[in-house]
């Protein structure tokens, strides 16, 4: 096997700047919880305008889920 002996150090570049790193890992972590929270709501709205009601009931129901989870989340 091939042996690697690099002396460099690891890092050779700028330092890291871990605030912003820290900044785009919150808005990572929103947007998928939101991005969740819509396409579950959008879901549960489509199967209940298909079984119950029409399109303006599933309409009312997703509004009704986004808000909901807003005040939960």
Do not use: R
């Not at 330092?15 to 912003?20: F, V, W």
């Amino acid at each position: 096997m091939a042996e690697h002996h690099d002396t460099a150090p690891a890092e050779l570049g700028a330092p890291m700047d871990y605030p912003e790193h820290e900044k785009t890992y919150n808005l990572f972590l929103a947007l998928s919880k939101w991005g969740v929270v819509t396409c579950v709501g959008l879901v549960a709205a489509m199967a209940f305008g298909f079984f119950a009601g029409g399109f303006f009931s599933a309409t009312i129901l997703f509004i009704v889920i986004c808000v909901a989870a807003w005040f939960i989340l």
